[in-house]
């Protein structure tokens, strides 16, 4: 049964990022301001188009940085293999893992913690699962996921039976 499944999942933006999102902005409003103030004093009124330019850089610096806090993972299912890629700010993909589900060594319907592990976490809203595996650069791993009932389906068929 070969299946092929990709799966978008947001990571839900808590109390932290929302915070992080706001100082950002902030700094950047106030830095934007004391830059525009400083030139334009400095130079006398004689420089006020790079003072409004060096004033909006900084605040689309800002406001690009606050994108860093946007963060989805995409979880591709494809022929008894699952790949994680972390996407931030619709802009930038990195991949966290890829694995042979064949070579898990356990699957456990909720968030297992495994000490000396190394885990990677690629949760969105909604029933958690664990896979252990270990991986020959990383060693003992853990992914924790959350996956809907269709990329499931495809999952389970390629675990080992003693899971």
Same mark, same amino acid.
């Given at each position: 049964m070969e299946g092929i499944r990709e799966q978008l999942v947001k990571r839900p933006r808590g109390r932290r990022e929302k915070t992080n999102s706001f100082l950002v902005l902030l700094a950047a !409003? =106030?830095? *934007?301001?004391?830059?525009? $103030?400083v !030139?334009? !004093?400095?130079?006398?009124?004689?420089l006020l188009v790079v003072?409004? =330019?060096?004033?909006?850089? =900084?605040?689309?610096g800002g406001w690009w940085l606050t994108g860093m806090f946007n963060v989805e993972y995409e979880y591709i299912v494809v022929g008894g293999e699952i790949q994680i890629d972390k996407i931030t700010n619709k802009r930038s993909r990195k991949t966290l893992c890829s694995?042979?589900?064949? $070579? *898990?060594?356990a699957f456990?319907?909720?968030?297992?913690q495994i000490s000396g592990a190394t885990e990677i976490n690629a949760?969105?809203?909604g029933d958690?699962?664990? =896979?252990e595996y270990t991986d020959s650069s990383n060693g003992k791993s853990v992914i924790i996921f959350t996956p809907d009932?269709?990329?499931?389906e495809l999952i389970k068929p390629y675990l080992p039976r003693a899971i």
């Open positions: !409003v =106030i830095l *934007a301001s004391l830059g525009f $103030s !030139v334009y !004093v400095f130079s006398g009124g004689m003072a409004i =330019i060096l004033a909006g850089l =900084i605040l689309w694995m042979k589900l064949r $070579s *898990a060594e456990y319907k909720e968030e297992k949760c969105g809203e958690r699962y664990t =896979i009932e269709h990329t499931l």
